[in-house]
Structure formats: C-alpha cells, structure tokens
C-alpha cells in the first residue's frame, strides 16, 4: 500500500524541518500452519521501504535520505501509521457492507 507521512525532523539537533515522505508499507502475516501440500510458511513482519522524501518541499539530498533512513523512530513512526490506515480502510469497508445490508 502507498502511502504519504508527514512530520518533522531535526538533521543537526537544533532546526526543525517538515518532512514528507512517501513510502510502500506491507503490513505483518501471522505464521500458516503445514498443509497436505505444504510444510507451511513463516510469519512475515511488517515492511516500510520509502519511495521518496521531500524536505522543506524540495528533493532530499542523498544524505539526508541515509540518515531518515537509519532513523528508527521514524520507521517506526510509518509503521504506526500504516497500520492506522489499513485500520481505518477495514472499518471503512465493513460500514460499507452494513450500508448495503440495510443494518
């Protein structure tokens, strides 16, 4: 799923600067038991890889991008994120099903 954060961040500790970034997140699958035809499949964990990073509204330089991209807790600040999202997507989804049921 594609999605966009913002929020800001602080590169040399002192200036603070609104970031947008725009990342690709796959939400967690729980462990699939063995199967007839399958000895099963481990637990994939969440995945956040980002596609792009505005600063300030301009392209991130190079290092800038390696540092966000160490940055834990802004990874996990999009893991959160898009968890929320599909969230909200799934609640959207089962009013729209109520909707149709006449409930």
Do not use: W
Not at 13 to 38: F, V
Not at 52 to 62: K, R, Y
């Amino acid at each position: 799923m594609k999605l966009t954060y913002k929020c800001t961040h602080s590169f040399d500790g002192e200036n603070d600067h609104d970031l947008i970034i725009t990342y690709i997140y796959t939400a967690p699958s729980p462990a699939r038991g063995p199967s007839y035809s399958c000895a099963g499949e481990p637990a994939e964990y969440t995945e956040v890889e980002i596609i792009s990073l505005l600063i300030d509204g301009v392209p991130a330089t190079h290092d800038q991008l390696s540092e966000v991209d160490e940055n834990t807790r802004l990874y996990e600040a999009m893991e959160i994120h898009g968890a929320d999202c599909i969230a909200d997507e799934q609640a959207a989804a089962e009013e729209y099903r109520n909707e149709l049921r006449g409930e």
